[in-house]
């Protein structure tokens, strides 16, 4: 018997290393291959592991060198990045300026796009290849927050996707970068297997292989975990932190996102179908378009409980427009405490004492504990004298009904992550200013909101730099706020588990990558 055991753990020791150079990763949702395809995060998590971007983000999301090297400020419309020489693409290609331009130019050219990444390209009117290893970027204005933006653009080789298509990325054989990972195996809506670069020109990934499995129902992402099928997985529920922090099988990793989530009001039409008075029938006007009822709405919402209530307590409550840690972030603006009589009086002031039948649309797969977050929502709003209902959809289903353009839902559970910018210009550019398309403002307002007295005051603080910036962008960020445009909630906290045995350092944009785990220290 002892033989057999000592066959049995020698058997295990020689299988330990082996393990270690695999990791299994479950992902929540199906993700794309094309990283100038649909501005998205899970999108943007597979780009990050298999190509760069031209500035590297850390997981504080603090703008570091990567291929980029250096850049710096030429002028006061002119950045000029310094490549990192001796790059190569995962094909044995060299990296050059060419490969950069042509990546900027690629991200507005591509067809029929949902989601572009224009938002970070704007300004930038000339890109200028000075040399193998110097790009000029030129602006239509002053510009501080370009290398943040330049966070989000990948870099694809010009010679490989030069005639290639998104579905040419989306099979792998367009999938070419300089990042940690090649892909090995593009599998679609279940996945992908990558392969470590040992070309990489940074800090060696821990895995030669990395097998990334989407599952995106909660309980079997987690089922995964503990049955050993997954080493990694990422949205972990709330409900369940506390247990798998007892479990010794299991490590759990945790920080506070950048990723504010709100109440976005729908402004954009006079009137909706699912906008009714008291006894059912569709209002005339749209009341949203008040500042009372808006002002009412967020009376009505005590984000203490829903904090602790509908997200078990990971998540921070605010009425600020960005995290504590970024750039416009006001110290001294108090989180106000639910007041659902004053919400009926302002309903009352608005002309509709009886209040009156609206409809809160919901993801119920995209953000943490989405559905349940709508229905207390829901609940909260009801006491303050409107008569809420929640719908909940796929997020496949719901985006795309949510558009600017076609958003038919009177309010809409949404939510932004920042890290492109680390301060309120993000945010204020994409989701308060007037939706303007050919400029690459407003991407992300799908409520219609528009005041051409903030959207100029938004233009000028984007200008700034130096001292006075900060002060100036908590001066906007908080004008903007008291218009309502969107009603913040709190901030989602990133939530990561890993099978004992790994570390795992989560991101604050929320992307889960493989060259952020490594095993743990023995």
Same mark, same amino acid.
């Given at each position: 018997?002892?033989? $057999?055991?000592?066959?049995?753990?020698?058997?295990?020791?020689? *299988?330990?290393?082996?393990?270690?150079?695999?990791?299994? !990763?479950a992902?929540?949702?199906?993700?794309?291959?094309?990283?100038?395809?649909? +501005?998205?995060?899970?999108?943007?998590?597979? /780009?990050? =592991?298999?190509? &760069?971007?031209?500035?590297?983000?850390?997981?504080?999301?603090?703008?570091?060198?990567?291929?980029?090297?250096r850049?710096?400020?030429?002028?006061?419309q002119?950045?000029?990045?310094?490549?990192?020489?001796?790059?190569?693409?995962? &094909?044995?290609?060299?990296?050059?300026?060419?490969?950069?331009?042509?990546?900027?130019?690629?991200?507005?050219?591509?067809?029929?796009?949902?989601?572009?990444?224009?938002?970070?390209?704007?300004?930038?009117?000339?890109?200028?290849?000075?040399?193998?290893?110097?790009?000029?970027l030129?602006?239509? =204005?002053p510009? @501080?927050?370009?290398?943040?933006?330049?966070?989000?653009?990948?870099?694809?080789?010009?010679?490989?996707?030069?005639?290639?298509?998104?579905?040419?990325?989306?099979?792998?054989?367009?999938?070419?970068?300089?990042?940690?990972?090649?892909?090995e195996? *593009?599998?679609?809506?279940?996945?992908?297997? !990558?392969?470590?670069?040992?070309?990489?020109?940074?800090?060696?990934?821990?895995?030669? #292989? %990395?097998?990334?499995?989407?599952?995106?129902?909660d309980?079997?992402?987690?089922? *995964?975990l503990?049955?050993?099928? *997954?080493?990694?997985?990422?949205?972990? @529920?709330?409900?369940?932190?506390?247990?798998?922090?007892?479990?010794?099988?299991?490590? %759990? +990793?945790?920080r506070?996102s950048?990723?504010?989530?709100?109440?976005?009001?729908n402004l954009?039409?006079?009137?909706?179908?699912?906008?009714?008075?008291?006894?059912?029938?569709?209002?005339?006007?749209?009341?949203?378009?008040?500042?009372?009822?808006r002002?009412?709405?967020?009376?009505?919402?005590?984000?203490?409980?829903?904090?602790?209530? /509908?997200?078990?307590?990971?998540?921070?409550p605010t009425?600020?427009?960005?995290?504590?840690?970024?750039?416009?972030?006001d110290?001294?603006?108090?989180?106000?405490?639910?007041?659902?009589?004053?919400?009926?009086v302002?309903?009352?002031?608005?002309?509709y004492?009886?209040?009156?039948?609206?409809?809160?649309?919901?993801?119920?797969? #995209?953000?943490v504990?989405?559905?349940?977050?709508?229905?207390?929502?829901?609940?909260?709003?009801?006491?303050?004298?409107?008569?809420?209902?929640?719908?909940?959809?796929?997020?496949n %289903?719901?985006?795309?009904?949510?558009?600017?353009?076609?958003? &038919?839902?009177?309010?809409?559970?949404?939510?932004?992550?920042?890290?492109?910018?680390?301060?309120?210009?993000?945010?204020?550019?994409?989701?308060?200013?007037?939706?303007?398309?050919? #400029?690459?403002?407003?991407?992300?307002?799908?409520?219609?909101?528009? &005041?051409?007295?903030?959207?100029?005051? $938004?233009?000028?603080v984007?200008?700034?730099?130096?001292d006075?910036?900060?002060?100036?962008?908590?001066?906007?960020?908080?004008?903007?706020?008291?218009a309502?445009?969107?009603?913040?909630?709190?901030?989602q906290?990133?939530?990561?588990? /890993?099978?004992?045995?790994?570390?795992?350092?989560?991101? !604050?944009?929320? =992307? !889960? %990558?493989?060259?952020?785990? #490594?095993p743990?220290?023995?």
């Open positions: 018997m002892t033989r $057999i055991r000592l066959a049995l753990l020698g058997l295990l020791l020689l *299988a330990a290393p082996a393990r270690t150079q695999s990791l299994t !990763m992902v929540e949702a199906p993700f794309g291959l094309d990283p100038h395809f649909l +501005f998205a995060g899970p999108n943007m998590a597979a /780009a990050r =592991q298999i190509y &760069d971007s031209l500035i590297n983000r850390d997981a504080e999301s603090r703008f570091v060198p990567g291929i980029v090297e850049w710096e400020a030429t002028g006061p002119e950045w000029t990045l310094h490549l990192r020489r001796g790059v190569i693409f995962h &094909d044995g290609g060299a990296f050059t300026a060419d490969d950069v331009a042509f990546s900027i130019a690629r991200v507005p050219a591509l067809p029929n796009n949902p989601g572009p990444y224009t938002s970070n390209l704007r300004t930038i009117s000339r890109v200028e290849a000075v040399d193998a290893h110097t790009v000029r030129h602006t239509d =204005q510009n @501080p927050v370009l290398p943040g933006q330049l966070t989000n653009i990948f870099v694809v080789s010009k010679r490989v996707a030069e005639a290639a298509t998104t579905a040419d990325f989306n099979a792998g054989r367009a999938a070419i970068g300089t990042g940690p990972f090649r892909v195996q *593009a599998r679609g809506t279940e996945g992908m297997t !990558m392969l470590r670069n040992d070309a990489y020109w940074g800090e060696a990934p821990a895995w030669q #292989r %990395v097998n990334i499995r989407v599952i995106g129902n309980s079997a992402r987690l089922a *995964a503990l049955s050993g099928d *997954a080493d990694l997985v990422e949205s972990v @529920p709330p409900t369940d932190v506390e247990r798998l922090q007892r479990d010794p099988r299991v490590a %759990v +990793f945790r506070n950048d990723r504010i989530m709100y109440l976005l009001p954009r039409l006079d009137q909706f179908p699912l906008l009714t008075d008291a006894a059912g029938a569709p209002l005339p006007h749209n009341p949203l378009r008040d500042i009372r009822v002002q009412a709405l967020s009376l009505a919402i005590d984000r203490q409980a829903l904090a602790a209530r /509908a997200l078990d307590g990971q998540a921070v009425v600020q427009m960005v995290p504590e840690q970024f750039g416009g972030f110290a001294t603006l108090p989180l106000p405490a639910a007041d659902p009589a004053r919400a009926r302002l309903l009352a002031e608005a002309g004492p009886d209040g009156f039948g609206t409809t809160i649309g919901c993801s119920n797969n #995209r953000y504990n989405d559905a349940r977050v709508c229905q207390a929502l829901g609940q909260m709003l009801t006491r303050a004298g409107f008569q809420a209902r929640v719908e909940t959809q796929p997020w %289903v719901f985006s795309p009904r949510t558009q600017a353009h076609r958003n &038919d839902l009177p309010l809409m559970l949404y939510g932004l992550s920042l890290s492109s910018s680390r301060d309120a210009s993000y945010i204020l550019s994409t989701a308060v200013h007037t939706r303007v398309p050919e #400029r690459a403002f407003g991407q992300g307002n799908r409520g219609g909101f528009s &005041d051409a007295r903030l959207d100029a005051m $938004i233009h000028a984007n200008g700034l730099s130096g006075g910036r900060e002060a100036e962008l908590r001066r906007v960020a908080r004008e903007a706020g008291e309502l445009p969107f009603i913040p909630l709190y901030n906290v990133v939530v990561v588990a /890993a099978r004992r045995g790994i570390v795992y350092v989560p991101r !604050m944009d929320e =992307q !889960m %990558v493989a060259q952020n785990a #490594r743990a220290p023995r």
